[in-house]
């Protein structure tokens, strides 16, 4: 994959198409328009597997039927962003990130500042963290879309800002001080045989809004979710 990667060229909205299987690689992705396309669905048996932490580091990567999967307790399967640049815009729809079962990644996907990350109909399973909105050198992340995800066995949260558990990403600026234009909406949280201590944890001043969710627990699981002033929340 990261051959592939490195013949596209930037802003033309290449687009790679992969083949079933598991590819057992680190994929770095700085070529803006850039798409990762799984040539079938994601379901078992027959899908697309990255196995090794992604790093995205261009404007408008899409990825679409990829199951990711970073194989380290200590990094994210999908980082948006970096050390040095902010996360730029991102579109993540039909994948997984998840672990193989006995590998529990630090994060299914992070995503550090920068604006118009979209995460739509994907799953996210049994990771110590699920997605984590960091902040940048700089921003806030915004723009955030959370639509119709499931999201299962995840050890701390499932959904938030703050620490992300991967030792790769950069921690110095205001990570844990909210996200702004948050809409989390139509998405399960919980279930399967590990509840996370959080389905939503989202701190520091935000905005955005967030309903039409279900949750593992009772009642509606106010005992679960932390969210600021600035989040519209509705049951």
């Known amino acids: 994959i990261q051959a ?13 198409v992969i083949q079933r299987g598991t590819y057992t690689e680190t994929v770095t992705i700085g070529k803006a328009g850039l798409t990762l396309l799984g040539a079938v669905p994601y379901g078992y048996p027959d899908h697309v597997i990255i196995r090794g932490a992604t790093v995205v580091r261009a ?12 194989n ?61 909105l960091h902040a940048g050198i700089t921003s806030f992340p915004s723009g955030i879309r959370i639509l119709g995800n499931e999201f299962l066995e995840q050890t701390t949260v499932d959904v938030g800002t703050g620490e992300s558990g991967d030792t790769s990403v950069y921690v110095g600026g205001p990570g844990d001080n909210g996200v702004r234009n948050f809409l989390c909406t139509d998405n399960h949280f919980g279930g399967g045989v590990t509840i996370p201590t959080d389905f939503v944890n989202i701190v520091g001043a935000s905005s955005g809004y967030m309903a039409r969710n279900t949750f593992a627990s009772a009642p509606n699981a106010s005992a679960t979710i932390t969210i600021p002033a600035g989040i519209l929340y509705g049951p």
């Open 4 to 16: 592939a990667v490195d013949e596209a060229v930037s802003g033309r909205g290449d687009v790679i």
């Open 59 to 70: 404007a408008n990567v899409a990825a679409y039927n990829v199951e990711f999967f970073s």
């Open 72 to 132: 380290s307790t200590t990094r994210a399967s999908v980082k948006v962003g970096d050390e040095t640049a902010e996360g730029p815009s991102s579109h993540f729809e039909n994948c997984s990130f998840a672990s193989d079962g006995t590998t529990e990644p630090a994060c299914g996907l992070l995503i550090v500042g920068g604006n118009d990350h979209s995460v739509i109909r994907c799953r996210v399973i049994d990771n110590t963290r699920g997605i984590i």
